[in-house]
């Protein structure tokens, strides 16, 4: 059994690193600030992994990074509620757990990040409970019900790592339309099939003897794909940062956008703010 997950270059420790100033200052303000304190806080993570990342350095050897689950739990929040599907981590989320100070606010749960997130949606109070949401799927495995049920609560900073070049790009065919199977899984992410007409075009053209093809291709690129992102975030968000971080692989090509959105409208401002400044170098 190996105790780590292997993953990721350096877009790997740019995500954590922006998640990990937005909790220090999402405890800070709710520690300090006299009316936040009347909420009791929530951080989640939905694809927890290990706890801790080995990542490899390109020359066959590797380095330990503290996982997301890690870090959060050096924040002060009210509870902690880790989410994995693979019986493996799980039990190595139970070490983390064992191991830290924080132990008896931490829960472990074993299952289906959808499920288990709705569940936790549906069984809140969301007028005394304030929360952050972090979504690092492996694929794309997020269902734009489970993103639209956060937005609702009006209650829930989320940050979720899309799977762009990873995975949508590679879905969206440039000479003709994804194939059914792949066209439902869009569907799926993106909670419409709206995509098609924002990202594809049809063309008929005569042939020589008066028949005639139809040809579809894809005319958009991922600075679309991204544009569309936003504004289906929008719709279920009060607030969502306009320039996701656009974390690049080493051959800078755009594997990821690292979004921000805000579904609590008292807090959206600041929240924004702070989501800014550690996304600003990472949005083109």
Known sequence: MTAT????GDWTEQKLAILDKYLAAYSAIFRSNAQARYFETIYVDAFAGTG???QS???DT???LAGSASRAIRHEFDRYVFIEKSAERVSKLQELKRASRANHKITVLHGDANTELLKLVRSTDWKKHRAVVFLDPYGMQVDWKTIAAIGATNAIDLWFLFPLGQAVMRML???SAPPTEWSQSLDRVFGTADWKRQFYITIAQG??????TVNTYRHADWRAVKKFLVERLQLAFDSVHPKPAVLRNSNNAPIFLFCFAAANPRGAKTALKIADHLLK????
Do not use: H, W
């Open 5 to 8: 997950q292997e993953f990721g």
């Open 52 to 54: 801790v990342i080995e």
């Open 57 to 59: 350095n390109g020359d």
């Open 62 to 64: 590797a380095r330990l």
């Open 173 to 175: 065919v440039k000479g």
């Open 207 to 212: 042939e020589l003897f008066g028949g005639e």
């Open 281 to 284: 170098p990472f949005d083109s």
